[in-house]
């Protein structure tokens, strides 16, 4: 298998033919979903959730909790979309790069009272 410089990961290399210990190699993704430092079991979540198309219903899901509480932070939005805070917080970013959300301002956040980023859907 390939690697990659840099942190993250590209899928383009054959997660289900790998048959080396865990641990031993990183897979390769396209997309950043998981770290080069992490498990091969983040891998292999990160090839699964793909190719089931888990991300993109949790992509739609964040945008309906956004379109109805546009000005959210990722803790109330995984509330809203009732989602668990890290998926939600893993999903706005990669909606950002497509340009469908923009980071906002800084405010307290209504459910963790710590300050934290909002968000909004671009127009």
Not at 14 to 37: C, N, Q
Not at 105 to 115: E, L, P
Request: glycine residues 8%.
């Amino acid at each position: 298998m390939s690697s990659m410089n840099g942190s993250r990961g590209t899928t383009d290399e054959a997660v289900a033919g790998w048959t080396g210990p865990v641990g031993s190699e990183r897979l390769v993704l396209r997309d950043p979903l998981y770290r080069m430092s992490d498990p091969i079991t983040s891998a292999l979540a990160a090839r699964y959730i793909q190719r089931t198309g888990i991300t993109g219903q949790q992509e739609r899901e964040v945008l309906a909790a956004l379109a109805t509480f546009p000005g959210s932070t990722s803790r109330e939005l995984a509330r809203y979309a009732k989602l668990d805070r890290h998926t939600v917080a893993r999903r706005l970013p990669t909606l950002s790069k497509k340009g469908i959300v923009s980071r906002g301002r800084m405010r307290a956040c209504a459910i963790s009272g710590h300050q934290a980023i909002t968000w909004d859907l671009r127009p």
